[in-house]
């Protein structure tokens, strides 16, 4: 198994452009996640996913969008890219059954800086 | 809704000696809490979860943390730092019970010195 899986690890935008973050998981999850992380500031969610066709807002959402087509894709849209979105992304996936909460598996992150 | 404290941004020990970073968390439900850390310029890796069963919870690398309801914390510990447990840990805690399904603390970085 790979894993969690992000492509492209650093990439830097300019003002106003648009990107697409790619997100795979092959453990069969449900669950997928975005999360953002600044320094200092811990983890901050911006959209997840309970499985294909699904997806819900986060805590910061703002300047983002996402899909979920399938069990194993999960991207995250930026459009017009701002200096504030500079910041490390990481996906993340999970299993959640009739228990609950399971363990997260987080991806190696993509590092973005808009200028 | 849940939310959690990481009471030090920083804690500095020095190899040999005990490691202990605090947690308090805060949940309108039963919580699951987890541990993750972060080595430099790595994604995030799973030390240890309580999810009610054991209140003493044994995790990787040889931590431990201790759920403790009535003081509503999960402080995470070790008998011996090493030089490669230098990291940021994130103390996390889960109910479900909103349109966040995990809330992370800010975070702890932990120095080991020689």
């Known amino acids: 198994n790979a894993g969690v899986t992000q492509t492209p690890k650093f990439r830097i935008l300019k003002i106003g452009q648009s990107m697409t973050l790619q997100c795979t998981q092959d453990m069969n999850h449900n669950y997928m996640y975005w999360y953002r992380q600044d320094p200092g500031m811990g983890l901050k969610l911006i959209y997840y996913s309970v499985g294909a066709g699904i997806t819900d807002k986060g805590e910061v959402p703002n300047g983002y969008n996402v899909s979920r087509s399938t069990t194993e894709d999960f991207p995250l849209r930026l459009e017009l890219a701002a200096p504030s979105q500079t910041s490390v992304y990481f996906c993340?996936?999970?299993?959640?059954?009739?228990?609950?909460?399971?363990?997260?598996?987080f991806g190696p992150g993509t590092r973005l800086t808009v200028l | 809704a849940q939310s959690v404290t990481q009471l030090d941004s920083h804690v500095s020990v020095s190899e040999g000696t005990p490691v202990l970073l605090r947690c308090n968390y805060s949940?309108?439900?039963?919580?699951?809490l987890f541990w993750y850390v972060q080595h430099p310029n790595k994604g995030l890796q799973l030390l240890l979860k309580y999810t009610s069963a054991a209140t003493l919870v044994k995790g990787i690398n040889g931590f431990e943390a201790e759920f403790k309801k009535s003081e509503t914390s999960f402080h995470l510990t070790k008998p011996s730092a090493h030089m490669s447990d230098a990291a940021e840990y994130f103390c996390?805690?889960?109910?479900?019970?909103?349109?966040?399904?995990?809330?992370f603390g800010k975070g702890t970085r932990l120095s080991v010195i020689a």
């Open positions: 996390v805690v889960s109910d479900y019970s909103g349109n966040t399904p995990l809330v």
């Open positions: 949940s309108s439900y039963s919580p699951s």
């Open positions: 993340a996936s999970s299993y959640v059954g009739q228990g609950g909460t399971d363990t997260q598996y």
